[in-house]
């Protein structure tokens, strides 16, 4: 039985989301924590110069940042996003899908480099943590408690180590550690589909070429483009296809294959692009794949968090938001058990992995709902009843995607409550067409059966973040 720091340093590797909050709630529990980050400091020169990247920031990552006080900081650069605006192949008016009823069930989006560098600076600003920028873990030694640790210029040095967290990312060197010491395993799945991401630039005078408070999406059946706001007027946009087969990557080699895809499938995305296709050979082709592994700690001397510990795909937009709840999660766990690391570790685990396993599956399934669903009349019949049933009946109705995105009962919980919900509606639209064929009466005494929903966590921020 040992307390955290009683054996040695506190390492964290990776400063990413995870790495970088985990190093904020170690350091409030009163810890030194010594950083080793692989990449250059993004606050300084031109390391996080480029591309815009964004990603959807929703309740579960909100939670964490109201609990370590940097979300004034983050509230400031989001966008709201209020809905799904579908972009149909050959229609003129674009249809926007609202998230829901209530004004605060928007996701935000925002640049995955200014939320890391306030969560950086906030680390940094307690006083307990040290970040060494450019230097890579490259092993891990349990035995002697040694990390080994590479310099920019190749050089290595020893780091003691009393316990490590591994938030190293998807590819993460500390979970191979872990899981050869511990007998744990991982499964990774790839997708089959892999993304590039583009950008739309802002309008020549300024502001944006499309509406910023929408997360843009064009369905293709078997693929889709996506497009989310950032603050200087541009939009990431990601294109997700399969890596094989027709509309697949392996079709988009030529100048002339990208140009007659792009302006055959997204005709209206192409014509604000002027330089689309030299994006598009500049820009990396990304994989995708869940990883699931079991076994996320080793003894007291190890701990993974975040992608390190459970990858999805990004189509609920719920990575970071999984991983920065976790943290907060295990910090909950280090603090009821403050003198067994290894049983909190433990504990962790036990309470996580059916969570982070209900949303790896959720997200694969959202992919077909977003490339497919959307379009399917069935879908939108389901959806609207969903909306409606929640306004009813807000108690005990919540559409999956808003369990997900704006509330914090366990994404476990938050499955099975969708897949019951799914009966109901499937029942309630079967042989109908439109919503006012719905008979609520029976609706009203199917709904009476769920369980009413939890609350929200105290720090959910009911409502909202500021509309700016
Ligand atoms: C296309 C795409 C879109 C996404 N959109 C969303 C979204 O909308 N919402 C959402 O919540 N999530 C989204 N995600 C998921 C999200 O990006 C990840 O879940 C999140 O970044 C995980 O954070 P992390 O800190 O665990 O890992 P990472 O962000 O991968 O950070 C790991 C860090 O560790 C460093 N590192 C790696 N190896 C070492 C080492 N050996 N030694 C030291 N440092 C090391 C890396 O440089 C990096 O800084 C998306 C992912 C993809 C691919």
Redesign the pocket.
């Known amino acids: 039985m040992t307390a955290l720091g009683e054996n040695g340093p506190i390492v964290v590797?990776?400063?990413?989301?995870?790495?970088?909050?985990a190093s904020i709630y170690l350091a409030r529990q009163g810890h030194d924590v010594v950083v080793?980050?692989?990449?250059p400091d993004m606050r300084r020169g031109d390391a996080g110069a480029g591309r815009s990247?964004?990603?959807?920031?929703?309740t579960r990552?909100i939670v964490p940042l109201v609990d370590v006080g940097v979300i004034d900081q983050v509230d400031a650069i989001t966008i709201p996003m209020r809905g799904r605006m579908i972009h149909v192949l050959g229609a003129t008016d674009l249809a926007l899908q609202p998230y829901g009823i209530n004004p605060n069930e928007v996701?935000h989006s925002v640049s995955?480099r200014d939320l890391?560098a306030i969560l950086l600076g906030a680390a940094e600003a307690t006083g307990n943590v040290t970040i060494n920028f450019g230097?890579?873990?490259?092993a891990v030694d349990f035995a002697r408690s040694v990390l080994t640790?590479e310099g920019p210029g190749g050089e290595t040095a020893d780091q003691p180590f009393g316990t490590v967290f591994g938030?190293?990312?998807?590819?993460?060197?500390?979970r191979d550690a872990v899981l050869g010491a511990n007998g744990g395993s991982q499964n990774a799945v790839r997708l089959g589909h892999d993304?590039k991401?583009l950008t739309l630039p802002a309008a020549t005078s300024g502001g944006f070429l499309m509406d910023p408070n929408a997360l843009h999406i064009w369905p293709r059946g078997e693929f889709m483009l996506i497009a989310?706001a950032n603050p200087g007027g541009d939009f990431t946009v990601?294109l997700?296809a399969p890596n094989e087969g027709a509309g697949g990557f392996e079709d988009l080699q030529t100048s002339d294959q990208i140009a007659r895809f792009f302006n055959a499938q997204f005709p209206d995305f192409a014509a604000l692009v002027p330089d689309l296709v030299e994006q598009f050979q500049a820009n990396p082709t990304?994989r995708?794949a869940t990883t699931r592994v079991s076994g996320w700690s080793h003894r007291d001397q190890a701990v993974l968090?975040?992608?390190?510990?459970h990858?999805?795909?990004?189509f609920?937009?719920?990575?970071?938001?999984?991983?920065?709840e976790s943290v907060r999660s295990l910090d909950k766990h280090l603090r009821a058990n403050p003198q067994n690391v290894e049983t909190a570790f433990a504990a962790f685990e036990k309470d996580r992995k059916p969570d982070a396993e209900a949303i790896a599956d959720m997200a694969l399934e959202n992919y077909v709902e977003m490339r497919a669903g959307v379009l399917d009349p069935d879908y939108v019949l389901k959806r609207e009843l969903a909306l409606e049933l929640e306004r009813r009946h807000p108690e005990r109705v919540s559409p999956r995607y808003n369990m997900v995105m704006f509330a914090t009962m366990p994404y476990s919980m938050a499955r099975t409550r969708a897949n019951t919900q799914a009966e109901l509606l499937a029942t309630l639209t079967n042989g109908k067409t439109s919503i006012g064929e719905v008979d609520f009466q029976a609706a009203a005494a199917l709904v009476s059966k769920l369980d009413p929903l939890p609350g929200l966590d105290p720090l959910a921020r009911p409502e909202g973040l500021s509309i700016s």
């Open positions: 590797a990776g400063a990413g989301p995870t790495g970088a909050l080793f980050e692989a990449r990247i964004n990603l959807a920031l929703a990552g996701i995955r890391n230097r890579q873990v490259t640790i938030s190293d990312g998807a590819g993460s060197v500390i993304y991401e989310l990601t997700f990304g995708l968090i975040g992608d390190a510990a990858a999805i795909v990004p609920h937009g719920q990575g970071m938001n999984l991983g920065m």
